[in-house]
T-cell receptor
Framework: DTAVSQTPKYLVTQMGNDKSIKCEQNLGHDTMYWYKQDSKKFLKIMFSYNNKELIINETVPNRFSPKSPDKAHLNLHINSLELGDSAVYFC???????????FGSGTRLTVV | GQSLEQPSEVTAVEGAIVQINCTYQTSGFYGLSWYQQHDGGAPTFLSYNALDGLEETGRFSSFLSRSDSYGYLLLQELQMKDSASYFCAVSTGGFKTIFGAGTRLFVKA
């Protein structure tokens, strides 16, 4: 019954590798987001999709590429991983007429 | 630039009342939200204020003054389980929400 689910929960990988994180929501929300939380717990928006259309694309290296096959899914692919990419990545969703975001449980990415 | 300021840490005693302040400077404003995040967990939505005044939800209340670009989260009857980080966040329009750096609340017995 998880509202926003992300996989994997933990990801440990070597520099230079390519990895993907998947997110799915069953809330019927129209908008989905990727946020990055660094070691100081600062939450920064990366991308947002509304009905599969990219609407927010913050200053993020183009090694990061989101993809939304439908409005219930938002994936994040990262190429050529760097040490500085180590963080917790949260997927979130929001719906028209509702307040606030519902976050997934996060993916802790560690690049070694 | 856009900024949200909130204290980095607050400590209070179980059963007490604590207020976490947030001041913001943003290019747009649609509303102020508060989120709770326990260590290792996900942020959880607590409240949303679009208009001036106080919103109460159980032990938690949130206040907004748009003219002062200021809001606060009030936690009453503190419990140990309230120990967490609390984030204020401003919806600036265009589906964009900016988060503050978070306030770490420590509740002592």
């Amino acid at each position: 019954d998880t509202a926003v689910s992300q996989t994997p929960k933990y990801l440990v990988t070597q520099m230079g590798n390519d990895k993907s994180i998947k997110c799915e929501q069953n809330l019927g929300h129209d908008t989905m987001y990727w946020y990055k939380q660094d070691s100081k717990k600062f939450l920064k928006i990366m991308f947002s999709y509304n009905n599969k259309e990219l609407i927010i694309n913050e200053t993020v290296p183009n090694r990061f590429s989101p993809k939304s096959p439908d409005k219930a899914h938002l994936n994040l692919h990262i190429n050529s991983l760097e040490l500085g990419d180590s963080a917790v990545y949260f997927c979130a969703s929001s719906g028209t007429g509702t307040y606030g975001y519902t976050f997934g449980s996060g993916t802790r990415l560690t690049v070694v | 630039g856009q900024s949200l300021e909130q204290p980095s840490e607050v400590t209070a005693v179980e059963g007490a009342i604590v207020q976490i302040n947030c001041t913001y400077q943003t290019s747009g404003f649609y509303g102020l939200s508060w989120y709770q995040q326990h260590d290792g967990g996900a942020p959880t939505f607590l409240s949303y204020n679009a208009l001036d005044g106080l919103e109460e939800t159980g032990r938690f209340s949130s206040f907004l003054s748009r003219s002062d670009s200021y809001g606060y989260l009030l936690l009453q009857e503190l419990q140990m389980k309230d120990s967490a980080s609390y984030f204020c966040a401003v919806s600036t329009g265009g589906f964009k929400t900016i988060f503050g750096a978070g306030t770490r609340l420590f509740v002592k017995a």
